[in-house]
């Protein structure tokens, strides 16, 4: 027990260093979402910029994406406990070398047929003649020149993962965020090309900050090709089916943002706002517990630790599981007044932007428990060197998911939160197939195992979803102001979080004991030095 602990511990201080950055990256990455919707859309173009990062975002997602935690840092991590170093960086060498030729093809294909792919992509705009397709075009010409740079950070964030170097990698993000943050503030009321620009150079920016953190571990890259390598045969049969399996995350945002162009204008940016809004908690808690949690799952299995392994993992899923249920819930109840309070400002949104808004949001908020355990599963096969599982998974999603969609907007009055609901419906339905095959696979029956755990934690959310929605009716906002605004959401969250908090405190939940010793612990440190001085 003496290692696992070790490992949780480990794992623990890398979770925290992942989860602030996360934090800032999530919040920088939002003001640039709630600045798109201030900015520009006022000014027509807020559907259009937001649709033109679907082929700059494609190209990311077929050349890097789900290869970073499935082929990457498996495959350099288990050299590295290895101690064989320079064998796993044949195989990394391999595999950037071979992207950057079958990303000049890329972007020479994209860049030609940009008109005929965004057809398909938006097409809406072709059918209802909503939108402006010309700028369309001229946007996604110009984002398609920061793809490189997404690309090589992204697959540097793996070394640097790989590694164990949270920082750099878990910080990286927020540059580039501030980087769009400062052009969208600068030019999005002038040019949305302008605005695209200064994309494109904070990509650039973002590449050689985290190339900077990298660069000692560079000294064993080899440009060269070793096709024939065990270790590049071994990564590539992961990296395949991770590439495939992040391309069809892709494909779910671009069907999403395709069924909002059937609508009226301004639509795809209302969804884009809720689907932001309900991927904040998911990146705080899931996907930077994650990121964390991989390296140390890879070194468990490497090592054929299966009880290290075991407990890992269960301990990120129910951490996960009490943060996001209790999250889930406050945002279905209220979701109205949290897209008020972020992105009506001024001429910037009206009422029925309100109400579209927190119609998705609320379709989307039940998703977030699913998406969340469904981000660490796919880690946890990842790290048993099993790629194809998360594979057949997404494809298995995204088929429901656009079966969903047209059913609801064929058969439904519901309008865009067809789609939001769409998603959550085919997001239950994955989780669900990777957790039975998982069982499958490896003998770990995660749902018998913490059922009980399931049930009390659900138990506690009642109570916190009760207090939620009487705080909601007592506390009514002024609509004109902001300050108001926020406080209305503030009193029925800290009431929803104190409620819950102190139900799972007596009850003994381990996690939140767990959780409360780790910040205290945290802050403990961080008080330390000024005592001294």
Known sequence: MGNNDTSVKKLTGAAGLVMLGTILSRITGFLRTVLITTQMKPMGYSDEFILAFTLPDLVYDLLAGGAIAAAFIPTLSTYLTKGKERVGWKAISTFMNLSVVILILLEIVFFVFTDDLLGLFAAGYRETGAGDKELLIRLTRILLLSAPFMMMAGQINGVLNSYKRFAVAAFGPVIYNICT????????????????????????????????????????????LFLKSKAFKNLIHLAIPSLISSTIIEINIILSRNYATYFEQGMVTILNNANRTWQLPLGIFAQSIGIAMLPTLSEQYARENSEGFKEVLYRSLRVVFILSSVTSMVMMILGNDIMRALFKWGASGTEADVFYGGLC???????????STIALMTRAFYSTHNSKTPLFSGIVGVALYYVLNIVFRRYTDIGIAG???????????????????????????????????????????????????ILKMLVRPDIGSKLSQILALIVPV???????WLI??????????????????????????????
Do not use: C
């Open 419 to 469: 789609t939001a609901l769409a998603y959550s419906m085919s997001q239950f339905i994955t989780m669900m197939v990777y957790l039975m095959t998982f069982k499958k696979k490896t003998g770990i029956d995660i749902i018998t195992d913490n059922f009980g755990y399931l049930v009390k934690t659900v138990l506690s959310v009642i109570p916190a979803g009760i207090v939620t929605y």
């Open 494 to 500: 800290v009431g929803a979080l104190g409620i819950y």
């Open 361 to 371: 949001l609320l379709a989307y908020s039940s998703t977030l428990v699913f998406s």
């Open 504 to 533: 799972l405190y007596k009850t003994g939940n381990p996690e939140i004991a767990f959780i409360n010793e780790f910040v205290l612990s945290k802050l403990g440190r961080n008080k330390k030095p000024t005592s001294a001085s």
């Open 181 to 224: 943050i400062l052009s969208i503030s600068i030019f999005g009321k002038k040019s949305a090309e302008l605005t695209s620009w200064g994309v494109v150079a904070g990509a650039a920016i973002f590449f050689f900050f985290q190339f900077s953190g990298a660069f000692k571990h560079f000294k064993n890259y080899l440009p060269r």
